[in-house]
């Protein structure tokens, strides 16, 4: 079982719609995640991190939590073609990064 | 701005040949990372680095090494490169190794292994 599960997609989405992305973990140690967006033929770069259980929101991104679910989402609200990308989990252990596979996001108009 | 810059947007090398990979930070970022990335399995952690002179093995370590000599500069090294290393090498680096302490990823190195 890999330590960090998403669903590879795609996850195809209305413009103006909510994306939800889910990641899930297998180790109960980890205290930070986070969200990574990544173009096609671009390298990875961060949203935004989590370390609490509960909902953290910056702009149209809200992060979630739950700790004792071992799962951690990501919603994308009134999505645009430029969310069209790749979006990696990962979480923190041992001070190196753990990734998931990544969910690709399809937006369209 | 941080910036992480990586020798080479695309490289093509023979079965056997000894490979250098350099990637550079002006940030003065204690730690550094190198990954690769294979579709369908993500971001895979080669080595890492917390400080000039250190290493650490990721997960996939094997048939690599690496070297930092300069706390700007980490090499990853393929001392004979085979086919299966065919892969997009990423370089990171970061300030720390805190709970909050976000990666700056470089361009990336597509390498080829013919």
């Known amino acids: 079982q890999k330590e960090v599960e998403q669903n590879s997609g795609p996850l195809s989405v209305p413009e103006g719609a909510i994306a939800s992305l889910n990641c899930t973990y297998s180790d109960r140690g980890s205290q930070s995640f986070f969200w990574y967006r990544q173009y096609s033929g671009k390298s990875p770069e961060l949203i935004m991190f989590?370390?609490?259980?509960g909902d953290k929101e910056d702009g149209r991104f809200t992060a979630q939590l739950n700790k004792a679910s071992q799962y951690v989402s990501l919603l994308i609200r009134d999505s645009q073609p430029s969310d069209s990308a790749t979006y990696l989990c990962a979480l923190l252990g041992w001070g190196k990064l753990q990734f998931g596979a990544g969910t690709q996001v399809v937006v369209t108009p | 701005d941080v910036k992480v810059t990586q020798s080479s947007r695309y490289l093509v090398k023979r079965t056997g040949e000894k490979v250098f990979l350099e990637c550079v930070q002006d940030m003065d970022h204690e730690n550094m990372f190198w990954y690769r990335q294979d579709p369908g399995l993500g971001l895979r952690l080669i080595y890492f680095?917390?400080?000039?002179?250190?290493?650490e093995k990721g997960d996939i370590p094997e048939g690599y090494s690496v070297s930092r000599e300069k706390k700007e500069r980490f090499s990853l090294i393929l001392e004979s490169a085979s086919t299966n290393q065919t892969s997009m090498y990423l370089c990171?680096?970061?300030?720390?190794?805190?709970?909050?302490?976000?990666?700056?990823f470089g361009p990336g190195t597509r390498l080829t292994v013919l």
């Open positions: 680095s917390y400080d000039v002179k250190m290493k």
């Open positions: 990171a680096s970061s300030l720390s190794t805190s709970g909050t302490a976000e990666q700056f």
């Open positions: 989590i370390y609490s259980n």
